[in-house]
């Protein structure tokens, strides 16, 4: 594992995160050559699976879906 002086690593914060970020290899780093902090990548982001079926089985169909949700004697359109 490559190693950073807490100095170096203080005035190069940003560039070091990214590199870490796109090379995927931890980093420790030393102040007076003790360990203070290790720098890892983070982990792979989760993929998922596409919008087309991901809500599949979070539902719960109740009752009749097809019939009309009120009888037709109480449909005011019909009334004429």
Same mark, same amino acid.
């Given at each position: 594992?490559?190693?950073?002086?807490?100095?170096?690593? &203080? %005035?190069?914060?940003? %560039?070091?995160?990214?590199?870490?970020?796109?090379?995927? &290899? !931890?980093?420790?780093?030393?102040?007076?050559?003790? !360990?203070?902090?290790?720098?890892? !990548?983070?982990? %792979? !982001?989760?993929?998922?699976?596409?919008?087309?079926?991901?809500?599949?089985?979070?539902?719960?169909?109740?009752?009749?879906?097809?019939?009309? %949700?009120?009888?037709?004697?109480?449909?005011?359109?019909?009334?004429?």
């Amino acid at each position: 594992m490559e190693t950073m002086a807490v100095s170096k690593f &203080k %005035a190069h914060c940003l %560039a070091v995160l990214k590199r870490v970020r796109k090379t995927r &290899k !931890p980093l420790l780093i030393t102040r007076f050559g003790e !360990p203070v902090a290790e720098i890892v !990548p983070p982990s %792979a !982001p989760r993929r998922s699976k596409g919008w087309m079926g991901s809500l599949r089985g979070t539902a719960e169909v109740v009752g009749d879906i097809v019939a009309p %949700a009120a009888p037709e004697e109480e449909w005011e359109t019909l009334r004429s």
